[in-house]
Nanobody
Framework: QVQLVESGGGLVQPGGSLRLSCAAS????????MAWYRQAPGRQRDWVAT???????NVLDIVQGRFTISRDHAKNTIYLQMNNLKPEDTAVYSC???????????????WGQGTQVTVSS
């Protein structure tokens, strides 16, 4: 089993910054791709950013230049640095990870519980 725990959310004023963390723990051999998603009230969950095990990143175009995804392999943790936050960024931010238990296992998708980000004056 893999547990993903997000942290770093909170209330911030427009134009402010937050850094989210997603830490993976449990029994796994390695993690391939990890990603951030967000879900605003009354809306579907949307993809925000992805980083693979080589550090290749992809970021949603509407947040490019404001959001940066990064990864610390030693800590099995990814981060989402969010700058110049806007009210429309308000959402529950969740992370996921493709992990495998053994070298012969298939990668399985795991999700965290999410952390609330509220951008308001």
């Amino acid at each position: 089993q893999v547990q993903l725990v997000e942290s770093g959310g909170g209330l911030v004023q427009p134009g402010g910054s937050l850094r989210l963390s997603c830490a993976a723990s449990g029994n796994f051999l390695n993690i391939n791709t990890m990603a951030w998603y967000r879900q605003a009230p009354g809306r579907q969950r949307d993809w925000v950013a992805t980083i693979d095990d080589r550090g290749t990143t992809n970021v949603l175009d509407i947040v490019q230049g404001r959001f940066t995804i990064s990864r610390d392999h030693a800590k099995n943790t990814i981060y989402l640095q969010m700058n110049n936050l806007k009210p429309e960024d308000t959402a529950v931010y969740s992370c996921n990870a493709f992990a495998r238990a053994t070298i012969s296992s298939t990668y399985r998708l795991h999700w965290g519980q999410g952390t609330q980000v509220t951008v308001s004056s």
